[in-house]
């Protein structure tokens, strides 16, 4: 098993732009999620899914928009992206919703010029 | 609203020394879950453990061992004869109702020869 992938592992972009940060796990687990990491701050929910065609808003929800079609795959999309979005970004999955083990995902690295 | 606190921003210590990485709590609810993870300088978050609030019983992994209090909302972390390879980030973390999972702010700890 690969466990949680994420892709890109670096990004870098302009205030303005757009783009997908790719999350997938191929342990068949329901609860997937979204965090980031800022220096100081730990990691703050961004959103999260409880299955296949439901999302919800966490801590930080500005900004991102998810959506989960499938079990496997959960992206985050950034819509405009701004300066304040450069952090390192964190996909998650787990078999029993946030109270359970969280399997994380090796990390994006985001920084928005 | 649940909180984390890690008082402790930043430890070091000498190899060999015993260390206690502490983590406070703030909830409402009844049943939640409290959570450590290890997060080494290569960036990935490794589990370390998981313990309901209906279990106060210490536990012991290897040189690991966890205290959780109620009466004090604190769910230490000892790390006994450290070694360099425990250096790292280690952030406390709960989860109560509402699907929400809290992280601390994470203390860093930096183990030396």
């Known amino acids: 098993n690969a466990g949680v992938t994420q892709t890109p592992k670096f990004q870098v972009l302009k205030t303005g732009q757009s783009m997908t940060l790719q999350c997938a796990q191929d342990?068949?687990?329901?609860?997937m999620s979204w965090y980031r990491q800022d220096p100081g701050m730990g990691l703050r929910l961004i959103h999260y899914?409880?299955?296949?065609?439901?999302?919800d808003q966490g801590e930080v929800p500005n900004g991102y928009n998810v959506s989960r079609s499938t079990t496997e795959d959960f992206p985050l999309r950034l819509l405009s992206a701004a300066p304040s979005q450069t952090s390192v970004y964190f996909c998650?999955?787990?078999?029993?919703?946030?109270?359970?083990?969280?399997?994380f995902g090796p990390g994006t690295r985001l920084t928005v010029t | 609203a649940q909180k984390v606190t890690q008082a402790q921003t930043e430890i070091s210590v000498v190899e060999k020394e015993d260390v206690t990485l502490d983590c406070v709590y703030e909830?409402?609810?009844?049943?939640?879950?409290l959570f450590w993870y290890k997060q080494p300088p290569s960036g990935e978050l490794v589990f370390l453990i998981r313990?309901?609030?209906?279990?106060?019983q210490n536990e012991i992994s290897g040189r690991y061992s966890w205290n959780f209090q109620k009466s004090t909302s604190s769910f230490n972390f000892t790390i006994t004869a450290s070694q360099v390879v425990d250096s790292a980030v280690y952030f406390c973390?709960?989860?109560?109702?509402?699907?929400?999972?809290?992280f601390g702010t994470g203390t860093q700890l930096k183990v030396e020869l």
């Open positions: 998650a999955s787990s078999r029993v919703s946030l109270s359970g083990e969280q399997y």
């Open positions: 342990m068949n687990h329901e609860y």
């Open positions: 899914s409880v299955g296949a065609g439901i999302t």
């Open positions: 909830t409402r609810d009844t049943t939640y879950y």
């Open positions: 313990r309901n609030s209906f279990d106060e």
């Open positions: 973390a709960l989860s109560g109702g509402g699907n929400k999972l809290t």
